[in-house]
């Protein structure tokens, strides 16, 4: 059969696929290395899949200066919104794996196959946010995905556990079908899956584009709502982060939702000409998101359950943030989003790397009452964890508060006063929860003799010092690193260009 030497391959630029290429190797041979290593040595594959991370980040980094371009028939994109968020996913992914060994041998749990899990779900989270095409963001999203629901029911002995992969995996089914019908009503629409060419066909007045158009893209928005977290999607949540290991629960707070978040900003970013339309009905969804997140905090005993809901009330901030971007393009910059998005990442995994000292005896209990005395045990663990805490509330000087305050003053100039309000009123009932978790830290004592040993091996200390630090410097650094990532997720060309866009059958 001869080729139509009109349908010529797409040229291929590898330096912009080389930091996916270089994390999902690296789980090949993590893999490779797994099955003939003993399982009671993990350290080539530990550091197997970190050689892998840091290869991707250099390849990131050195493509920072670089300009926009794309590559695999427009399927893969590079811009700085995609490599800083790729940066970030690979950075938290190599904290998680960091602080996991020890824990998984605690838990009894040494399974090898957790790396390059981790490596393949973070290629594709990395996909989700290197994209403009909706067909790679669904296969992005089922990468990330599959090897998630492995992950959540790693501990077999758990029923908690495997209650929570089984949650996971079918409402997240749900989720991805209803994405993918959603991205299959925009095709049949538009003939296109390019989020730029998308948003020309949006501009018509035609009912009989503009109709099954919005309601593609409501089901699209479904799915996105469901990986971020937001209400009315989120009831899998606190589950899931309860029953999955603490590295795994890690893993979902900040690679997942990184990707979710950045999808989904992008995704908006350029369909302005339909703002009229999801605009007000996010609007009620960030709202609802944040009240709920926090005031379901409040009943919560198990500080994973608790850290469930501040990830919905957290991905209820990031909504604000990514809606005043959206209606004020020009007087709020995407920097807020991707700088909240940094400081919640580091303030989560330092207090998860804290929490696996809840693992013994092949059992893990994250009620309270086990951080009670720590201050004993590990004083400057139980600093890192106040200072932590206090970031997650908003206090001043540290990156919690000023990524608040940051959205608050977006909303206020994107003329989004309710979300302001709410936000603020919900920031003030987070200081109820989160001061419980330092209160056992350091008030409550524990029952029976207090242990003065190290309870927290090295790796795990390590992730919880340095993310402490970003915490704190983050507050200090704001200029430096706002004109770092300043310009990104702007559109790379008019909107209104877009519309003379050739569809992509």
Known sequence: MRLNPLHTPPSIDWMVVSPVLAVSVGGVLALLLAMFRPKADNTAVIWTSLLALFGAGYALV??????????????????????????????????????????????????????????????????????????????????????????????????????????????????????????????????????????????????????????????????????????????????VYQGAPINVTAFMATVSKAAAVVTLLRVLNHALPLKDFFIPALTVVAMLTMIVGNI????????????????????????????AHVKSPDQVPVTTTLFFLVAYAATTLGLFAILTLAAKDGKEETSFADLNGLYHREPILAVCLAILSFSLIGVPPLAGFLGKFLIFQDAIVAEQLPLAVVLAI????????????????????????????????????????????????????????????????????????????????
């Open 62 to 239: 050195a493509q920072l200066p670089l300009p926009e371009a794309s590559t695999f028939g427009d399927m893969v994109y590079r811009d700085r919104l995609g490599l800083i968020a790729q940066l970030l996913i690979v950075i938290s992914t190599a904290v998680v794996i960091l602080f996991s060994e020890q824990y998984l041998r605690a838990r009894r749990i040494p399974f090898s196959e957790f790396y390059p899990l981790a490596l393949w779900s973070s290629a594709g989270a990395m996909m989700m946010v290197s994209t403009k095409s909706l067909l790679m963001v669904f296969i992005g999203l089922e990468v990330l995905s599959i090897a998630l629901y492995v992950m959540a029911g790693m501990a077999k002995q758990s029923n908690r556990s495997e209650e929570s992969a089984i949650k996971y995996f079918l409402l997240g089914s749900f989720a991805s079908a209803w994405l993918l019908l959603g991205i299959a009503y925009i095709f049949g629409t538009t003939g296109t899956l390019n989020i730029e060419a998308i948003a020309g066909a949006a501009v018509s007045d035609n009912a009989l584009v503009r109709g099954p158009l919005l309601f593609g893209f409501s089901l699209l928005l479904i799915g996105l709502l469901f990986k971020a977290a937001l209400a009315p999607f989120h009831q899998w949540t606190p589950d």
């Open 296 to 323: 379901a905090a409040l009943a919560q005993t198990d500080v994973k359950r608790l850290m469930g809901y501040s990830s919905i009330a957290n991905a209820g901030y990031l909504l604000v943030a990514i809606l």
């Open 426 to 505: 919900t920031s003030v009932i987070s200081i109820g929860y989160y001061l419980k978790v330092v209160r056992a830290t350091w008030v409550d004592e524990p029952q029976g003799e207090i242990s003065t040993r190290s309870v927290l091996p090295g790796g795990a200390k390590f992730a919880a010092l340095a993310c402490t630090g970003i915490v704190v410097l983050l507050m200090i650094l704001q200029t430096p690193v706002s004109k770092f990532i300043s310009g990104s997720g702007q559109p790379s060309a008019p909107l209104s260009a877009s519309a003379n866009a050739q569809p992509d059958r």
